[in-house]
């Protein structure tokens, strides 16, 4: 069944009275246009009014004082304002610093007459030719969400039947719904029966004729108290010290609105946040019931406890808090990433990723090669890992997938791992456990091609663009006329191989050459460190 803000049900049950209005303004019925508002007011001994008209500016405190008067009985003061057909927006005060401001949110008011009573403001039709004689009542005081609120009208007291009865709404600023569009009232009665699913200004607007053209209109807001939580108790309280499992459960709310069959069931649906103040880190545990978690902290400090929740009609509250932790930071020990004679390949990608390999030259796995495993708690950066025994080859050659057909392999070249712990993601390879002398580059000094290119791949980075870059002349030693360096950053060294720019290639017969830091000699295939 979908939900509606609003589940009215027509009924017959007993109703109560109204709370602070937000808003006022007319709708339906016969209604003589003006452009002022008045008020009849029972409330404060000798009160003042204090307003603005549309966007100008306040009156001057106190404002003015209210006029004695006798012209709706029970109301024993009057306040007439001409806004121009502007809103008026006003509070009331007793001229001696006692206010009333709806909670500070003032009283709104479009041209016409209104009756004003603790908190409770309702128009009325200011003429009575043509017009029904009936009252408008309404049940519930304070108004809050998840409970019934009832309209009536316990007879009409002249006309002639039948009677009919218009009912629209409009909650919290949302789309007008008209309810009921001339509903026949086969007594002389009438009675409806809302459900208040938020918090919030509802509008209720009524208007009623009888058969020989007798109209009455009638319209009220009430502010409806929403879904609140009101505290989060812990076990243990506030303060703890560092290590001390911290239990969230059953904290204090109102207004909630529950029923059967939603995907939390009944109960609201929660999300913790605690964020240590001092290094912004947070932890979250989302979608929890009765707002139920434990929590370990590790660091001292001031953390800031936030808590939203979600009941069933849609209703969000948040809670704040501050809690204390004290004592000695609790320092976890770093996992061992590094496995002797293997490459451990730390990834973030794909979820659930797989890996593909083949070890130096031998098969490769089955596709889509071996589940990785989750290890985003042990190097910053990285979700999973796969630890790959090179049993005694150089490298390993990997690509990736998520096992449903997508593959990340380096547009077909793949990737090429040595011994070692590598981060990788997004096609870019990191040194987990990089080994950086002071001077951390290999030199060549060459022999052979009259205009060579080095074409080169430092550890697990990418080749250059063929051909490669072209060598430097060189003439520090003799018989060797070109040079380049290589920056080899954090990586360990670089695979090699030459061309002449046009066709001709020395690659080692396709195994490339292998340079450590350091500087060498080529000639013809043989390398030679150089003794400086």
Known sequence: MKKRNLVIIFSCLFLACITCVSIISFAGGTKMPTDSVTIYYKGYDNPYIHYKIG????????????????TMKGYPYIAKIDTKGEPLTCCFNDGNGTWDSCNGANYTLMPGTYTYSTGVITEVDATNENTLDCTVKTSGDPRKAAELIRVYINKFNNGKAPYYVSLSYQF???????YKNNEECKYNDFSTTFMLTKGGPLNIWLSAHDSTGLTYTWHQVVNVEGFAILGVPTTPASPVTTGTEVNFSNCQITNVGVGFGAEYGSYPKYTIDITNMQTNETVSYPHTYYQRASWTPKKAGTYAIHVSAVDYYGQVATHDSTFVVTGEDIVDPKPQIYTEGASTIYYKGFDKPYIHYKIGDGDWSTVPGIPMTAAKDEVEGYDYKAVLPLSGAKNVTVCFNDGKGNWDSNNGENYTFKEGAWGFTSGKTTNLRPKTPTNNKVTIYYTGYITPNIHYCIDNDNWTKAPGIPMNSST???????????????AEGVSVCFNDGHSSWDSNYGKNYYFTAGSYYYSGGQITPVEE
């Not at 966007?55 to 006798?70: C, E, N, Q």
């Not at 919290?172 to 008209?178: A, L, N």
């Open 55 to 70: 966007d100008g500016d306040w009156t001057k405190v106190p404002g003015y004082a209210l006029t004695k008067s006798s």
């Open 172 to 178: 919290d600023g949302e789309e007008v719904v008209t």
């Open 476 to 490: 520090k030693y003799e018989g060797f006329d070109k040079e380049y360096t290589i920056d080899l950053g954090d």
